[in-house]
């Protein structure tokens, strides 16, 4: 098959707006995978398909969620990065507890905006933040979750 038989798809769009909102250049990105610069802004370009080891070197990068919904699609998935847990330290226990609050209130500002079957331009901002904090939302809920069990695991032993 020849290159210019190949039918790209827009990847490449999420592969621009993922490196510009990082600010990751072509040039990190290949020093992170190992491939040629050129080959990088190939893949930017959208004249190359993009390999699998771009993509998991940028989402180690920047975590950046649109790299997992390009992989699951619409498939409700949810995945809780742990890679840089905070300390066990009660002022960081403390913090992820009020964090979790915090995200509680949101969600119930949010379901009160539902509730009366109309959203305008200020509510359809609120939910796009929402939906936008979710993840780390989430992760730190998790953590919390992570340590709770750890030190029950560690006082039963």
């Keep these: ?3 210019e038989d190949f039918v790209m798809n827009d990847d490449y769009i999420l592969l621009q707006q ?7 250049t ?3 990105l290949g020093y992170m995978t190992g491939l040629a610069t050129s080959s ?3 893949y930017l370009g959208g004249t190359a398909t993009i390999p699998s080891v771009i993509w998991r070197a940028l989402y180690e990068r920047t975590r950046d969620q649109r790299i997992l919904q390009l992989l699951t699609g619409e498939l409700p998935i ?6 840089d847990e905070p300390s066990d330290t009660p002022a960081v226990l403390a913090d992820l507890i009020e964090q979790c609050k ?3 209130e949101i969600e119930q500002h949010i379901l009160k905006i539902l509730a009366d079957g109309e959203i305008n331009k200020k509510d359809r901002r609120e939910i796009e933040e929402y939906r936008t904090k979710l993840p780390e939302s989430l992760r730190r ?4 979750f992570d340590r709770i069990n750890r030190k029950f ?3 039963v032993k």
């Design 1 to 3: 098959m020849l290159t």
């Design 153 to 155: 695991q560690d006082s």
């Design 18 to 24: 993922v490196t510009e909102d990082h600010g990751v």
């Design 141 to 144: 809920q998790y953590q919390l």
């Design 26 to 28: 072509a040039r990190t």
């Design 102 to 104: 915090f995200g509680c």
């Design 78 to 83: 949810v995945v809780v990065d742990l890679a």
């Design 40 to 42: 990088v802004y190939k």
